[in-house]
């Protein structure tokens, strides 16, 4: 597999430092609020990312933390009047909720900040001991940012730029406006943990490196998070580890591009954060997973409701060729009949297709596309009626279902039976179409009774009726069905 590193900013093999067994850290949430579609596209990302390196046969250990102590988590806590614990957990249970209905794997380790607090002071004692960090009076640790030569290599940024927006903020004892805070001293009315510099809590980038060297042997093989992350929070991690340890920290760093919305950067200026929930609120969540993966994982990606609507447009035309297929082949087996060499051909031809996209920087967009072409593959063998009786049809459609399945389990996609998804989705279209389930019944009805009058042009006028509200109807042998479009 090819995959980008930005800390060399280019494509490289990748072969993880322990043969068929890949170490990755991925920075998890901050829990103060409920997650937004930036924290579910590199959640989605990352997880595609597990699930191939699982697919192409390594064992992954994935470690993905959760931030429980922090200034935002301290200060929702104040306003609500309650204590950061509460309100650490109760974003921590909420982003289990979102992400379970996103099909998000759950890491193999997920550790919290607040229970490696120890793993944390010792850190900072051996950046003290080895003069990479200095204590000052009021009890704050600081990271001595010059003192790490490779400072700002991985996010392209170098110390004089830096210098020329950093300042010391009143009340700060940097000996240098660079330096970064590894431990702070309690401020009344602040969790706190004791310490040999007295009362305090973490800074926030120490506990990804305390908790990644806890974890994982160093160099671990993959550092995951959102491009937004790079600087400082990854600097950061990259200069405690490598300068306490005099390792290599992390052997590929792999970075998701941002989400915009409606083409704004997302930002709390805008106020134009979406969470998950709003999204999900009206559309399934395979339908928003869909949508993430359909850009490659380093190109921004453009969050409006048209982009939405398509990938479940989409994703339904798979549905329902998948449910086609399925009902072909129902009550069948496999008969291993010889196909006929330019299927067999254009078969494993696109197989490899699919390989090759996933293994070049997982192209998920270029991976979609093949699953497309493999729609196209089982829609013309089932409108050929020849092909589709034959056995070696049906062999072909059975073959197909189970590269859906395999494909699928990589992407986390099309997993489910499919008249459960057909049914959810047209559930999900009447409530955001605001579809009057009892007047369509009623419009059908009256149609029933035109038709069965042999009045055709009132039975028309209805169906033309029911098409302007967003419902099509189809008559089948067993009765007439509905449908929103
Ligand atoms: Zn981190």
Same mark, same amino acid.
């Given at each position: ?9 280019? =494509? ?105 607090? =120890? ?127 005099? =390792? ?33 609120a009206n559309y399934l969540?395979?339908v ?17 409701s048209?982009?939405l609507e398509?990938?479940e ?19 069948? =087996? ?91 989705l047209k559930e999900s279209r009447v409530l955001r179409r605001k579809i ?34 967003g ?13 929103v479009?």
């Amino acid at each position: 597999m090819q995959i980008y590193n930005s800390l060399t900013r280019k =494509k490289e093999e990748f072969i993880p430092l322990k043969p068929g067994h890949v170490s990755m850290y991925v920075c998890g949430i901050t829990a103060y609020d409920y997650c937004h579609i930036g924290h579910a596209r590199s959640a989605v990302v990352f997880d595609v990312l597990v699930r191939y390196l699982r697919y192409i046969g390594m064992q992954v250990t994935f470690v993905r933390n959760f931030t429980d102590v922090d200034d935002k988590i301290i200060n929702r806590a104040n306003r609500e009047g309650t204590d950061f614990e509460s309100i650490a957990r109760s974003y921590i249970d909420a982003f289990y909720t979102d992400m379970d209905r996103l099909g998000i794997l759950r890491a193999d380790i997920e550790p919290k900040a607040t229970e490696h607090i =120890k793993e944390m002071i010792e850190l900072c004692e051996n950046l003290i001991a080895k003069k990479h960090a200095y204590s000052t009076p009021s009890g704050d640790v600081y990271f001595r940012v010059r003192s790490y030569a490779d400072y700002g290599k991985l996010s392209g940024r170098n110390i004089e730029d830096l210098m020329s927006g950093a300042r010391i903020e009143p009340g700060e004892e940097k000996e240098d406006p660079l330096d970064f805070a590894l431990w702070k001293g309690a401020k009344p009315g602040e969790p706190s943990w004791p310490s040999p510099w007295g009362p305090g809590r973490p800074g926030w980038h120490i506990e990804c490196s305390a908790m990644s060297e806890r974890y994982l042997p160093l160099p671990f093989d993959i550092h995951g998070g959102g491009q937004d992350l790079a600087f400082p929070h990854h600097e950061n991690e990259r200069a405690q580890t490598e300068a306490a340890t005099d =390792k290599q920290f992390v052997r590929y760093w792999v970075h998701n591009g941002f989400v915009q919305i409606n083409s704004e950067k997302m930002s709390k200026s805008l106020n134009n954060f979406v969470t998950i929930r709003d999204i999900l609120a009206n559309y399934l969540p395979e339908v928003l997973r869909f949508f993430l993966i359909t850009k490659h994982y380093r190109s921004p990606l453009d969050y409006t409701s048209d982009a939405l609507e398509e990938s479940e447009r989409a994703l339904k035309r798979i549905y329902l060729t998948k449910t086609a297929a399925e009902a072909h082949v129902a009550g069948t =087996k496999w008969t291993a009949t010889p196909l006929p060499a330019e299927i067999v051909v254009e078969a494993t031809a696109l197989e490899a297709k699919w390989d090759d996209s996933m293994a070049d920087d997982m192209n998920t967009a270029a991976a979609l596309g093949h699953v497309f072409v493999l729609m196209k593959i089982v829609n013309r063998i089932l409108e050929d009626k020849t092909l589709k009786k034959s056995e070696q049809g049906r062999d072909m459609i059975r073959h197909a279902l189970k590269l859906f399945e395999r494909w699928g389990e990589v992407l986390g996609l099309f997993l489910m039976p499919s008249s459960d998804f057909l049914t959810q989705l047209k559930e999900s279209r009447v409530l955001r179409r605001k579809i009057d389930t009892d007047l369509v019944q009623t419009k059908l009805q009256e149609r029933k009774e035109a038709r069965a009058a042999k009045d055709f042009a009132r039975s028309d006028a209805i169906r033309d009726e029911l098409l302007a509200l967003g419902v099509t109807i189809q008559d089948t042998a067993q009765g007439v069905q509905w449908d929103v479009e």
